[in-house]
């Protein structure tokens, strides 16, 4: 049988380039086995390079030297060989090859290999990184490294100063807000840290539209609750002027017919004092209407069972508003204290000082726990004062105490009547 070194150059050079090409899929292998952690495949790669290498070089070192004394001793043996025998050894070769490349392939897109693992955290949307307690990181996907980078100006080196650089959880990186969580964990006895990032710019974004509209409906709803608060006042006041006019007209009309009536006609004359005396009787009625507020007052606390007492006096020409703010808190103030206290006795004092003056409604029972929040009545009171410039507060000691206190710049322009004096004990 023809000996190797008998065969022409080019095939010769045939099998040099089957083992060069052998030699590239063996070192491919053992790459991808050693990606995929597994030791055992990639020592077998290396074994099967070995042997192609082998071939391969003496092929070359026959190819430049050919049968010269330069040529290796065991280059020439080996080329005296009948032909055969190279092919056999790379067919050989190249199956067991092929078999471990292919394999390893399949292996990689089958099983969950760390490479794997570290394909598909660099393609989710979130960053991913973990290191030691010392800072050294183990781990971290493109999204944290390009976060990093953006965020500190340097790449991803020490875990624990990234995390100290963040400076809170949400955190704006160009035009998204990131949301960060640090956790620790323990594995294999070894104190790991880890730390993930949340692209929540949607949910933020909707966050804090939502803030906003709440913001929009809690003014919307205030400035409703003021229209109805003052809506019965502006019904009471409209009533009043419609009252005015009438009487006004009807008073008119009175002089008229007083003007126009027969003297002598006994029984007309009778029908205009009558209506006179209709007239007459309405404007007393309207002129007593401060005496009848404080009275519905008293009326409200004997049917509760609350003493009332009087302390001081206001200050002379109150307003009609701030007059029905008094009224209204007095009527309120007892309302709670026999509701909530069980009170029996309250007093209401009035003072004035230099900068204000104070409103005070002072009944005894059973005291509040803790903080008064002011719900119900008190907060639409509370509201009606806050218009008026005035504060109405609630004070907690031996007695419970509702104080409505108006500015002396408010009391100055706009004056207060003397009220319940006529009403004092």
């Known amino acids: 049988m023809m000996a190797f070194s008998a065969l022409s150059v080019l095939v010769r050079a045939a099998f040099s380039l089957w083992a060069l090409l052998l030699c590239l899929v063996n070192i491919g292998s053992g790459a991808l086995a050693a990606a995929q952690k597994r030791v055992r495949f990639t020592g077998l790669?290396?074994?099967?390079?070995?042997?192609?290498?082998?071939?391969?070089?003496?092929?070359?070192?026959?190819?430049?030297?050919?049968?010269?004394?330069?040529?290796?001793?065991?280059?020439?043996?080996?080329?005296?060989?009948?032909?055969?025998?190279?092919?056999?050894?790379?067919?050989?070769?190249?199956?067991?090859?092929?078999?471990?490349?292919?394999?390893?392939?399949?292996?990689?897109?089958?099983?969950?290999?760390?490479?794997?693992?570290?394909?598909?955290?660099?393609?989710?949307?979130?960053?991913?990184?973990?290191?030691?307690?010392?800072?050294?990181?183990?781990?971290?996907?493109?999204?944290?490294?390009e976060l990093c980078l953006v965020l500190t100006g340097a790449p991803l080196l020490n875990g624990n100063q990234f995390r100290d650089a963040l400076g809170g959880e949400m955190v704006k990186a160009g035009t998204k807000m990131w949301h960060f969580t640090c956790r620790e964990m323990t594995v294999g006895g070894e104190q790991l840290y880890e730390l993930v990032a949340y692209d929540v710019t949607g949910e933020y974004t909707k966050t804090r539209t939502l803030e906003k509209e709440k913001e929009d409906l809690a003014r919307l709803n205030r400035e409703l609750r003021e229209y109805y608060l003052s809506l019965d006042e502006t019904v009471k006041q409209q009533e009043i002027l419609q009252a005015k006019m009438n009487i006004h007209d009807e008073m008119n009309g009175l002089m008229l017919s007083t003007v126009a009536v027969n003297q002598e006609d006994t029984q007309a004359l009778d029908n205009i004092f009558s209506l006179w005396e209709q007239r007459a009787l309405l404007l007393s009625t309207q002129a007593d209407k401060k005496q009848q507020e404080t009275?519905?007052?008293?009326?409200?606390?004997?049917?509760?069972?609350?003493?009332?007492?009087?302390?001081?006096?206001?200050?002379?020409?109150?307003?009609?508003?701030?007059?029905?703010?008094?009224?209204?808190?007095?009527?309120?103030?007892?309302?709670?204290?026999?509701?909530?206290?069980?009170?029996?006795?309250?007093?209401?004092?009035?003072?004035?000082?230099?900068?204000?003056?104070?409103?005070?409604?002072?009944?005894?029972?059973?005291?509040?726990?803790?903080?008064?929040?002011?719900?119900?009545?008190?907060?639409?009171?509370?509201?009606?004062?806050?218009?008026?410039?005035?504060?109405?507060?609630?004070?907690?000691?031996?007695?419970?105490?509702?104080?409505?206190?108006?500015?002396?710049?408010?009391?100055?322009?706009?004056?207060?009547?003397?009220?319940?004096?006529?009403?004092?004990?």
């Open 45 to 145: 790669a290396v074994l099967l390079l070995v042997p192609a290498y082998f071939i391969w070089q003496v092929i070359f070192d026959y190819s430049l030297f050919g049968e010269t004394p330069k040529a290796a001793v065991i280059t020439r043996a080996l080329c005296a060989l009948p032909w055969i025998y190279p092919l056999l050894a790379l067919v050989l070769l190249s199956t067991v090859a092929l078999w471990l490349f292919i394999y390893n392939i399949r292996y990689a897109n089958t099983y969950i290999t760390p490479s794997t693992i570290k394909f598909y955290l660099d393609k989710i949307p979130c960053g991913i990184c973990c290191w030691q307690e010392n800072g050294r990181v183990l781990f971290s996907n493109l999204c944290m490294n």
């Open 295 to 425: 009275q519905a007052v008293r009326l409200l606390a004997d049917a509760l069972g609350i003493t009332l007492a009087w302390q001081g006096t206001l200050p002379p020409s109150c307003s009609d508003k701030q007059r029905q703010l008094i009224i209204f808190t007095a009527k309120e103030a007892i309302a709670n204290a026999a509701k909530h206290a069980g009170a029996t006795h309250m007093e209401i004092e009035f003072e004035q000082t230099p900068i204000a003056v104070i409103c005070r409604f002072t009944s005894d029972g059973v005291m509040p726990r803790g903080e008064v929040h002011f719900a119900g009545g008190l907060a639409n009171l509370a509201l009606l004062a806050e218009k008026q410039g005035a504060t109405l507060a609630a004070i907690v000691g031996e007695a419970f105490t509702l104080e409505l206190r108006f500015p002396k710049r408010s009391a100055e322009n706009e004056g207060y009547a003397a009220m319940f004096t006529e009403n004092e004990d």
